[in-house]
């Protein structure tokens, strides 16, 4: 059984567009969270949540938003989509703020 | 922002070799962590370290967080061919709240020698 799970793996699209990405975790945590990973492989936090707190890194655009409509969900909204948001783009959920975290498969993203 | 600087950013391992590699902060951290990305997935958790002056292993994997709380390093012992992909040390300044998010090292790729 996959633990934290992402679709689509690839996403192709153009400049402009609003594009979605879903993730779910069947573990039964409480916190979930969105990273990004550039071409040179660096990660970097973009959001947190649990049901309390949605924390969001400053340096990320408001064009990105993430939706969770239940405990095991959380989506990644991105509007009017650029070329540097071109990435792969990782979901992990951990029990508590921990850095115990189990990532996802990663959805890679090209935009044209 | 806080980072942490991760060397070396790539090493060229024989099988049988011993590894090293570390990170070190301009920050105290509460937890270091070392995770493993093999190609196409994500982040996987080796070792998690809470407390200072640590040591701890798995399997043939070391780690040790540092005394100062500002570095830590990842040993690999008799390294083998599936040891190779990217090593990455992450840092958390404490639990929850914006201090409780993840930073991330650079990475360390492992890659087998020609």
């Known amino acids: 059984d996959t633990a934290v799970s992402q679709t689509p793996k690839y996403l192709v699209t153009q400049m402009g567009n609003d594009k979605s990405i879903k993730c779910e975790q069947n573990l039964g945590h409480d916190t979930m969270y969105w990273y990004k990973q550039d071409s040179k492989k660096f990660l970097k936090i973009m959001f947190s949540?649990?049901?309390?707190?949605?924390?969001i890194n400053e340096t990320v655009p408001n064009r990105f938003s993430p939706k969770s409509p239940d405990k095991a969900h959380l989506n990644l909204h991105i509007n009017s989509l650029e070329l540097g948001d071109s990435a792969v783009y990782f979901c992990?959920?951990?029990?508590?703020?921990?850095?115990?975290?189990?990532f996802g498969p990663g959805t890679r993203l090209t935009v044209t | 922002g806080q980072q942490l600087n991760q060397s070396p950013q790539s090493m060229f391992i024989q099988e049988g070799e011993d590894v090293s590699m570390n990170c070190t902060s301009s920050s105290i951290f509460n937890t270091w962590l070392w995770y493993k990305q093999d190609p196409g997935e994500g982040p996987v958790l080796l070792i998690a370290l809470y407390k200072a002056g640590e040591l701890t292993s798995n399997g043939r994997l070391t780690a040790q967080f540092g005394i100062t709380r500002k570095d830590s390093f990842l040993n690999i012992s008799a390294s083998i061919p599936s040891d190779v992909g990217i090593y990455f040390c992450?840092?958390?300044?404490?639990?929850?709240?914006?201090?409780?998010?993840?930073?991330f090292g650079k990475g360390t790729k492992l890659s087998v020698k020609p």
């Open positions: 949540y649990n049901n309390k707190e949605l924390i």
């Open positions: 992990a959920s951990s029990q508590g703020e921990t850095g115990f975290q189990y």
């Open positions: 992450a840092g958390q300044l404490r639990d929850g709240g914006s201090q409780g998010n993840l930073i």
